[in-house]
């Protein structure tokens, strides 16, 4: 088994920042998983939007390159996502999840929500205009 607990969700005004961590427990637990951050805002599908890999290797969908970064803290079993310059079109409940990895080209790539064995219960984000 994996766990996987977010925290660090919140409400801001536009343009503000928060910090997610998703902490990894767990007999199964794999660092050399892939990990990734999804969000899913009301009334739309889970959307990908940033994965690492256990070599450091990241990638982001465009709708949050420049503003988001993604790390981890491998002695703690720790994924973060740093969101910066935060829009109301980023309101959505964010989900870690753990896979082994997508690979494209030779490079990681986030995938879908099937490439991904392990999630946490998700947390809130909500921006104000």
């Known amino acids: 088994q994996v766990q996987l607990v977010e925290s660090g969700g919140g409400s801001v005004p536009a343009g503000g920042s928060l910090r997610l961590s998703c902490a990894a427990s767990?007999?199964?637990?794999?660092?050399?998983?892939?990990m990734a951050w999804f969000r899913q805002a009301p009334g739309k599908a889970r959307e990908g939007i940033a994965v690492?890999?256990?070599?450091?290797?990241?990638k982001y969908a465009d709708s949050v390159k420049g503003r988001f970064t993604i790390s981890q803290d491998n002695a703690k079993n720790t994924l973060y996502l740093q969101m910066n310059s935060l829009e109301p079109e980023d309101t959505a409940i964010y989900y870690c999840?753990?896979?082994?990895?997508?690979?494209?080209?030779?490079?990681?790539?986030?995938?879908?929500?099937?490439?991904?064995?392990?999630w946490g219960q998700g947390t809130q984000v909500t921006v104000s205009s």
């Open positions: 999840a753990a896979g082994a990895g997508v690979y494209i080209d030779g490079g990681v790539a986030i995938g879908s929500e099937r490439d991904y064995a392990y």
């Open positions: 767990g007999a199964d637990y794999n660092s050399a998983y892939a």
């Open positions: 690492i890999d256990m070599d450091g290797s990241t």
